[in-house]
């Protein structure tokens, strides 16, 4: 598809922008959770990218280093004690996603597309399976965000993938970046430790503990 190749074109000359532009912003994140916890700065976890490849998505580190691990954050109990302070602020400004604009110049992402799963949700994976999601590159931000983000049930995240897939095009990029930070504006649909608001399906006991997806 020709319009993936540009995709690609336009996702390394942002990326790069972008590092440019922000690497003060980056320093000032890093200097602010060095001092606010112990511990690394950046947060891996391993996702699943196109075509159901497995990648390492990174984050700036939002949760302290004691937190249970191979838990999921909404089995966590009150998920909220585990968050550090600047983690909370990151959360909800969504500047805890930035690093993943490293992902995206190195190709195992796009600005847009949508949100990767984690390799172990096997729900989610099998329901974008069944609408063609899968097939296109995994993105920072997408239509799913923009349209109930932490608060959509799996399914009807999927079939919002499916539908992203179905019409990518610089149309549909468009509304999803310029969607993406009114949905930033108004913290729409995020919440704290969950992956699905109405309904939670049983995840395997390693489920990795961090983000909500």
Known sequence: MVYLKIKRLMDIILSAVGLILLSLVFLVIIIAIKLDSPGPVLFKQKRVGLRKSHFNILKFRTMRIDTP???PT???GNADQW???VGKFLRKTSLDELPQ??????????IIGPRPALWNQYDLI??????????????LTGWAQINGRD???IDVKAKLDGEYAEKIGLVMDTKCFLGTFLSIVKS????EGGTGKTRQKAYPSN???EESV
């Open 69 to 71: 691990k191979d838990t």
């Open 207 to 209: 489920y990795k503990v």
């Open 151 to 153: 608060e959509l049930e």
């Open 83 to 85: 968050i550090t302070k």
């Open 126 to 139: 099998e329901e974008r399976d069944m609408y063609g999601a899968n097939h296109v590159p995994a993105g």
């Open 74 to 76: 909404h089995l966590l």
């Open 188 to 191: 729409d649909g995020v919440v």
């Open 101 to 110: 604009i490293i992902n995206i110049f190195k190709g195992e992402m796009s």
